[in-house]
Structures are given as structure tokens and as C-alpha cells.
């Protein structure tokens, strides 16, 4: 694709080289992807800076933010002198992602940096996590939209404890053009309840994504069931099972959370960053860091993004948020766009676990017991160790005793590295392999279950999980170093593979103290099962968020013209008072959705689109609004066995022609429009947040597989573009396309182009 220079007449058009801006390089995103089995937290007394005692945070990674004003010669040896190297450029304006040399302090390299001229914050990449408590079982019962006193669970309600819903779908069950951001741990699109409402061409996955060269990545599948479980509350498809808060809307699942529940500040930062580019007036985030850290690029997420209201968790660790030694983030911000949520139970009761905050949380809403969509396992795998290892698993390496021992605290057999109870010896390097691989060929999403202890001394020990699809070479899947039991969810990363080999390693130092090593049990392998209908019951604040969210998409359903400070002021001023929250929440109540719609004038006349605006350069999201029915525009097969661009012919100034390759009849979505011809705005982050048009995109695409894009800049694109070439270089410019197969999942395809203007040839 566009080898070189391309002449396009009045402009040229060149194939961006080098790491995508959006995109993290491999070996970055495997530290990126590090998760833990528990959040301890602690607190920072810096404001806004430096390291929080005790938070948990991914080694060898740096978060920094430049004033604007420094340049980028002065930027590159501020990163040069600290030895470290730019991993990623994030979406806030001057915020880089760094990857420290193997054994350099974090905390040495935030203070580095935070004396440095120029430098505005630097912070580690904080480890977040989505907000739940452990679920139970039972039968559907949605007190939360209607409580008549019914039992869930073993629980009577109060009857009127609940948001009202019944009523509210009297005035409206909502819109399809309303689009919200479900930023979690990615959603089961093929859901029945939730397949309608699914904008898959818009999921974009900050987790594994930049692994796979796909935007998209794994957002529409969910391996842990959270993201799956919230987007059925925001939007469950009404009269198909379960129903949501809205019958009909555009959810939009944004990963930022991998299968274990956790991910960093910096992927979630980004998926903010990501709401707010799409011009996304609503974005669910069922997530926080409990008992502080302060993640500044989260904060510059979310204040670079005004139009989006931020709907988020105030966590489940029953304390203050006012208290800057126990608030929970992003909840604690004290921007504007973000609206605050706790949980209350079918009594009207505070949850025993919800945070709460006079100053910081905005209201309550039903979170105990919430039933809702759940993505659903497929067991491939299972061992729980009850039988002899022979004839299924294979023992062997340095000092082998793996075997099975009856650990008489557990009650259970487990998988030992010591099957006699004896002390593990210096040097040891030992493990225990399946005899036969398992077979996940077709499968998707999955993941290994597992739990485990081991007994060691600090870091003398460690415990690896790993997988191979050959029986020869091993990948790490996730490693076990501390002395506490913990159970595990992470991606097996070998979804689709015919053969897959499962190991666990176990390694000492070469000085030992006495300890008897790592256990093993309850060992399962789990893929999502395609279009399964299930539900079930979780409990937590996490819960309570989407229920807020979906208000704010009901309301714009019936008022789409609604700013975020007036979508906002609506569900909080008529929340419904309640003894509970009285001092706990800045309204003193739980959401009250008639009286939010009722506080709503309609439009006068049918709303305009959620507000297209543009992304910074270099990366540029253009903004849609998808209508309710599919794209029209249908391709035919090409002789191609995936989804490719090629091409790349210029015929006119400021045009390029591309041919799209696909395996089969399906629909093409160019620019995120769906439609052919289509048109998106391109824009620049200026200071204060303003985003000003500096040209548009036009798009056309044949039957056949052919687009057509054209550039328009406007008289301040064109001054860019002088400026540009003055500079020598150009302003970068990202197109998504869009593959739709019938019957299939989207696949998306960027192409990053940069524009300069031609020098006009002297007569």
C-alpha cells in the first residue's frame, strides 16, 4: 500500500512508517498487559504526582505529560538521559508512554522526570480494575426496574425501592442513534439480548489489540463476563429476555480490561480518550482504583473529553470518596463530566460494600442482585486433580516431585511441586506438562482458570503458567511470585489453535530457605460460547453504574440536543431522596428515572447527531452516527482468503483510489459513516479543548470493492498544511474500513496516510 511518495496534484499523500500512533509496539504491550491478583492501594500526599506507596503499577513503564511549549529535540533527550525509549503516544496532548531499561526504578524515574524543565506530571502505569463483588444465583427477577416486595436470592425488597422503569418506557424505550461507550472488559456481541444494539465496527480493544493489528482486537467477545453482564443493564434488547434500561441503543464496547477484570491507567486512559474522540455522548465505567492513587493521564482523559459524560463506580470498598486517603479514581476527579454511582439493595439500603462520598458521588442506584447478561463458558478442559497424574499429565527438569498430595488445609488434592510435603531444593527447575494438547480449534475468548498458592520466601520461588501449540516452544502465560493463594482468569492467547499444550513450571533461586513450593488446583480451560442466551446475578457498584448510564441514554433518547452539564443536572436533581443517603451522596438519593425524563423537554424537532468531533492529530477518529438499519453498502467476494487494502492510484488532486479484498459477501463501512458517499470531519486539539474542522474526509465505495477518498481542507487546513511543509512534514491522517461479513463479526483495517501540499513547479 502507497509504497513511498504518492503525487496526488495539489497534495501529496504518504504511507505513515513507524509505529502507529495508536498502536503499542509488542514487547511494550506484553508489560501493559501484566496484571494482579489484588489491589493494595495506598496514599499518595503529592497531589497529583509521583508514586502512591504500595499501589500496584506495571514495572518498566512510565507515564509522562510535556508542556506543550517543549519541543520535540528537547522531549527525545529528556527520554534519551533517563535511558528509556517512547513505547506509545497517547491520546492526551503531549502524554508518552516510556519503557525503562530492564532493572531501572519506576519510582527513581518519576522523580527524574518530575524535575525536569518542561515536564507538566510523571506517574507509573497505575493497574485498575472493574468494580464487582462476587455474584450469586438465582431466578430473574428485575427489582431494580420494578420492586414489588419479591424475593431475590433469599433477600425480600421494599416495594418502591427501585428506578421507576415501567413508567419511563411509557414516554420512551429509547433510540438507536444514542451511543454509548461501554469501556469494561468487552461485551459478547453475539449475545441475543444484546446483538441489535451492538455497534461492533465501532469496538475498539486497548488491551490486545495492538498484538494483532486490529483495532477491534477482542472487544466483542468478553473472557471475564463483567463488560457482558454491564452492557445488559445500559441495553438489553426489550421484549428478548432479559431487558435493559433501554430497548433499543448503540452501545459501544471500548476494552480496556483484560479476562482477569484488571488493566493499566494507561489502557483505560486511552479508551476514555477513544469515548471522547468519537464525540460519545455517554460512557459507562464500571471500574476503579480503590484506596488511592491519583493517575493523572487518567485525569487528562477524561477533562480532554467535555462533551462525554463520564458515568463511573465509586468503588466497593465501603469507604469515603471525599477523603483523599480513601477516595477511589476516577469517581474522586473533580472534573465536571464525571457523574459518580453507589449501590444501594432492595431495602433502600446503602450496600454494604458501596463507597460513598457527599462531595463525590452524585447519587445511587440499584446495585445488589442485579440481573443482567452474562457471557457464557464453554468448559474445554478441566482437571481437579482427583485421579493419578499417569497417563495424563508428564512430570520432569531439575529436582522433579511433582505429583498429588492431600493438602490437609485445603481439604482437597492439589497439583504439588512437592507431592511429599518436603522442602523445594536450591536450583530447582521443574515441571508438569499435559500428556495431550487440547483441541480449541473454531473456539474463541479463551481463558485459563486456575488456583494456586505458593509458599516461598519473597521472590525465591516463582510459579509459570504456560502454553505451547507445538509441545516444544513455551510461552509464559502468567507467573506466580508471591507467597499468598489468588485464583487467575488470563487470556490463554490461542484461541482458534488446532493443538494447545498446557505447563506449569515451578523455579528457585540458587539459595533457598526451607518451604515446600507451589499447589495447584481447580485447573479449568474456558472459551466464550457463541450466541448462548444466559444470565445471572452480580452484585457490586459496578452494577449500579450502567443503570445510570442507561438513564442518561433514555434521556438523550427523548432529547438528543441535551449537553453533558443539562444531562448531568437532570438525573441528579431529581434524584429520589432516601434516609439511607442522606450525607452519603451529593443528592441524597437514588436515581429516579420518570422524574429525570419529565425534567427533559423533547426536541422540537428530530435531534442531529451526537456531536462529531474530531480527534487530535496525529490519530484521527472521524465521528458517525450509525442508524438503526444496516450499512448499505454490499461488496461481492474478492479472490482473497482475508481482508486486506490494496492499491493506492491517484487520478485527481487530493484522491486516492484503494481495492479491498474480502473473503466473502458482506458490506464495507469506510470512515465509520455507513454509508457510500460518506463524509467526516477532521479536527485539531486546541488549547482549553476546543476542537476546531480543519478539512473533511469523503468517501465512496462501489460494489465491487473499490473506495474512493477524497481530502477537503478548509482555509485553516490549508494554512496547516504550508505550515506543515515548512516544517517538512506533514499532517497525519488515519481511515478506518469497516469489513461487515454476513452472518460474521466486523473486521477493521486503518490506513495511515501523510498530507502535505505540492510545491508548485517555478516557469
Known amino acids: 500500500m502507497f509504497p513511498g511518495w504518492r503525487r496526488c496534484g495539489g497534495l501529496d499523500w504518504r504511507q505513515g512508517h513507524g509505529p502507529d500512533p495508536m498502536v503499542i509496539p509488542r514487547t511494550s504491550r506484553a508489560l501493559c498487559a501484566i496484571v494482579a491478583p489484588a489491589i493494595v492501594l495506598g496514599w499518595s500526599t503529592a497531589a497529583r504526582a509521583g508514586v502512591a506507596p504500595d499501589a500496584p503499577y506495571v514495572p518498566g513503564q512510565v507515564v509522562v505529560r510535556f508542556d506543550g511549549r517543549t519541543t520535540s529535540g528537547v522531549r527525545a533527550a529528556d527520554v534519551g538521559g533517563l535511558n528509556a525509549r517512547v513505547s506509545q503516544r497517547l491520546p492526551v496532548p503531549g502524554a508518552e508512554l516510556l519503557g525503562l531499561a530492564p532493572g531501572q526504578s519506576v519510582r527513581s524515574a518519576v522523580s527524574r522526570l518530575e524535575g525536569t524543565p518542561g515536564v507538566r506530571w510523571a506517574e507509573p502505569n497505575y493497574v485498575m480494575s472493574a468494580d464487582q463483588v462476587p455474584p450469586g444465583s438465582g431466578f430473574s427477577q428485575l427489582w431494580g426496574f420494578q420492586n414489588l416486595g419479591q424475593v431475590v436470592l433469599g433477600s425480600a425488597g421494599t416495594a418502591g425501592v427501585d428506578i421507576g422503569a415501567p413508567s419511563a418506557w411509557d414516554v420512551t424505550t429509547g433510540s438507536s442513534s444514542v451511543l454509548v461507550g461501554v469501556v469494561d472488559t468487552g461485551t459478547q456481541a453475539d449475545h441475543p439480548d444484546l446483538a441489535a444494539n451492538v455497534r461492533g465496527g465501532l469496538a475498539r480493544d486497548f488491551v490486545s489489540s495492538p498484538l494483532s493489528n486490529n483495532p477491534i482486537g477482542e472487544a466483542t467477545v468478553d473472557e471475564n463476563g463483567h463488560?457482558?453482564?454491564?452492557?445488559?443493564?445500559?441495553?438489553?434488547?426489550?421484549?428478548?429476555?432479559?431487558?435493559?434500561?433501554?430497548?433499543?441503543?448503540?452501545?459501544?464496547?471500548?476494552?480496556?480490561?483484560?479476562?482477569?477484570?484488571?488493566?493499566?491507567?494507561?489502557?483505560?486512559?486511552?479508551?476514555?480518550?477513544?469515548?471522547?474522540?468519537?464525540?460519545?455522548?455517554?460512557?459507562?465505567?464500571?471500574?476503579?482504583?480503590?484506596?488511592?492513587?491519583?493517575?493523572?493521564?487518567?485525569?487528562?482523559?477524561?477533562?480532554?473529553?467535555?462533551?462525554?459524560?463520564?458515568?463511573?463506580?465509586?468503588?466497593?470498598?465501603?469507604?469515603?470518596?471525599?477523603?483523599?486517603?480513601?477516595?477511589?479514581?476516577?469517581?474522586?476527579?473533580?472534573?465536571?463530566?464525571?457523574?459518580?454511582?453507589?449501590?444501594?439493595?432492595?431495602?433502600?439500603?446503602?450496600?454494604?460494600?458501596?463507597?460513598?462520598?457527599?462531595?463525590?458521588?452524585?447519587?445511587?442506584?440499584?446495585?445488589?442482585?442485579?440481573?443482567?447478561?452474562?457471557?457464557?463458558?464453554?468448559?474445554?478442559?478441566?482437571?481437579?486433580?482427583?485421579?493419578?497424574?499417569?497417563?495424563?499429565?508428564?512430570?520432569?527438569?531439575?529436582?522433579?516431585?511433582?505429583?498429588?498430595?492431600?493438602?490437609?488445609?485445603?481439604?482437597?488434592?492439589?497439583?504439588?511441586?512437592?507431592?511429599?510435603?518436603?522442602?523445594?531444593?536450591?536450583?530447582?527447575?521443574?515441571?508438569?506438562?499435559?500428556?495431550?494438547?487440547?483441541?480449541?480449534?473454531?473456539?474463541?475468548?479463551?481463558?485459563?482458570?486456575?488456583?494456586?498458592?505458593?509458599?516461598?520466601?519473597?521472590?525465591?520461588?516463582?510459579?509459570?503458567?504456560?502454553?505451547?501449540?507445538?509441545?516444544?516452544?513455551?510461552?509464559?502465560?502468567?507467573?506466580?511470585?508471591?507467597?499468598?493463594?489468588?485464583?487467575?482468569?488470563?487470556?490463554?492467547?490461542?484461541?482458534?489453535?488446532?493443538?494447545?499444550?498446557?505447563?506449569?513450571?515451578?523455579?528457585?533461586?540458587?539459595?533457598?530457605?526451607?518451604?515446600?513450593?507451589?499447589?495447584?488446583?481447580?485447573?479449568?480451560?474456558?472459551?466464550?460460547?457463541?450466541?448462548?442466551?444466559?444470565?445471572?446475578?452480580?452484585?457490586?457498584?459496578?452494577?449500579?453504574?450502567?443503570?445510570?448510564?442507561?438513564?442518561?441514554?433514555?434521556?438523550?433518547?427523548?432529547?438528543?440536543?441535551?449537553?453533558?452539564?443539562?444531562?448531568?443536572?437532570?438525573?441528579?436533581?431529581?434524584?429520589?431522596?432516601?434516609?439511607?443517603?442522606?450525607?452519603?451522596?451529593?443528592?441524597?438519593?437514588?436515581?429516579?428515572?420518570?422524574?429525570?425524563?419529565?425534567?427533559?423537554?423533547?426536541?422540537?424537532?428530530?435531534?442531529?447527531?451526537?456531536?462529531?468531533?474530531?480527534?487530535?492529530?496525529?490519530?484521527?477518529?472521524?465521528?458517525?452516527?450509525?442508524?438503526?438499519?444496516?450499512?448499505?453498502?454490499?461488496?461481492?467476494?474478492?479472490?482473497?482468503?482475508?481482508?486486506?487494502?490494496?492499491?493506492?492510484?491517484?487520478?485527481?488532486?487530493?484522491?486516492?483510489?484503494?481495492?479491498?479484498?474480502?473473503?466473502?459477501?458482506?458490506?464495507?463501512?469506510?470512515?465509520?459513516?455507513h454509508s457510500a458517499p460518506g463524509s467526516a470531519a477532521l479536527g485539531r486539539l486546541w488549547p482549553g479543548g476546543k476542537r476546531i474542522e480543519w478539512g473533511r474526509l469523503h468517501a465512496s465505495v462501489s460494489r465491487r470493492g473499490r473506495v474512493r477518498i477524497t481530502l477537503r481542507p478548509n482555509r485553516l487546513g490549508k494554512r496547516l498544511l504550508r505550515r506543515a511543509r515548512r516544517l517538512g512534514r506533514g499532517l497525519r491522517v488515519r481511515v478506518w474500513i469497516t469489513y461487515l461479513p454476513t452472518g460474521g463479526h466486523p473486521r477493521s483495517r486503518s490506513l495511515t496516510v501523510r498530507v502535505v501540499p505540492s510545491r508548485r513547479k517555478r516557469r
Open 227 to 673: 463488560g457482558t453482564h454491564v452492557a445488559g443493564t445500559i441495553g438489553a434488547v426489550g421484549e428478548n429476555g432479559v431487558v435493559g434500561v433501554n430497548w433499543r441503543v448503540g452501545l459501544v464496547p471500548i476494552r480496556a480490561l483484560g479476562a482477569t477484570g484488571f488493566g493499566t491507567s494507561v489502557q483505560v486512559a486511552e479508551a476514555f480518550a477513544y469515548a471522547g474522540q468519537r464525540g460519545l455522548p455517554v460512557a459507562n465505567a464500571s471500574l476503579s482504583a480503590p484506596r488511592v492513587f491519583i493517575s493523572q493521564v487518567l485525569e487528562d482523559a477524561i477533562a480532554e473529553s467535555p462533551q462525554t459524560l463520564f458515568v463511573v463506580a465509586a468503588g466497593n470498598n465501603s469507604q469515603n470518596d471525599d477523603d483523599p486517603a480513601q477516595a477511589a479514581y476516577p469517581c474522586a476527579f473533580p472534573e465536571a463530566n464525571i457523574l459518580c454511582v453507589a449501590a444501594i439493595d432492595s431495602t433502600g439500603v446503602l450496600g454494604r460494600f458501596s463507597n460513598y462520598g457527599a462531595h463525590t458521588v452524585g447519587l445511587a442506584a440499584p446495585g445488589v442482585n442485579v440481573y443482567s447478561t452474562v457471557a457464557t463458558p464453554e468448559i474445554e478442559f478441566d482437571d481437579s486433580f482427583t485421579q493419578p497424574l499417569a497417563g495424563r499429565w508428564t512430570t520432569g527438569g531439575e529436582n522433579d516431585n511433582w505429583g498429588i498430595y492431600n493438602d490437609p488445609t485445603l481439604g482437597q488434592p492439589v497439583l504439588a511441586s512437592s507431592q511429599d510435603g518436603s522442602a523445594y531444593l536450591p536450583n530447582t527447575d521443574s515441571y508438569a506438562k499435559l500428556t495431550a494438547p487440547i483441541d480449541l480449534a473454531g473456539k474463541s475468548g479463551c481463558t485459563l482458570s486456575v488456583s494456586s498458592q505458593l509458599d516461598s520466601a519473597g521472590s525465591e520461588a516463582a510459579l509459570t503458567f504456560e502454553r505451547s501449540t507445538d509441545g516444544v516452544s513455551w510461552l509464559p502465560i502468567v507467573t506466580q511470585t508471591p507467597t499468598t493463594g489468588f485464583s487467575r482468569n488470563p487470556d490463554l492467547q490461542a484461541d482458534g489453535q488446532p493443538s494447545v499444550w498446557l505447563r506449569v513450571r515451578f523455579t528457585t533461586a540458587a539459595a533457598v530457605t526451607p518451604h515446600t513450593g507451589a499447589e495447584v488446583s481447580n485447573l479449568h480451560v474456558n472459551c466464550v460460547q457463541a450466541g448462548a442466551d444466559n444470565y445471572g446475578y452480580k452484585t457490586g457498584t459496578s452494577m449500579a453504574t450502567p443503570m445510570v448510564a442507561g438513564a442518561a441514554a433514555l434521556l438523550l433518547a427523548r432529547n438528543p440536543t441535551l449537553s453533558t452539564a443539562q444531562l448531568r443536572s437532570a438525573l441528579l436533581t431529581t434524584a429520589r431522596p432516601m434516609p439511607s443517603l442522606q450525607g452519603k451522596t451529593i443528592s441524597g438519593g437514588m436515581l429516579d428515572l420518570p422524574a429525570a425524563l419529565a425534567a427533559v423537554a423533547p426536541a422540537s424537532s428530530p435531534g442531529p447527531s451526537p456531536p462529531a468531533s474530531a480527534a487530535p492529530t496525529p490519530a484521527v477518529y472521524p465521528p458517525d452516527r450509525p442508524p438503526a438499519s444496516p450499512p448499505s453498502v454490499a461488496v461481492t467476494a474478492a479472490p482473497s482468503s482475508f481482508f486486506a487494502i490494496r492499491g493506492g492510484r491517484s487520478r485527481r488532486p487530493g484522491e486516492i483510489t484503494l481495492g479491498i479484498d474480502v473473503p466473502g459477501p458482506g458490506a464495507l463501512d469506510v470512515l465509520g459513516t
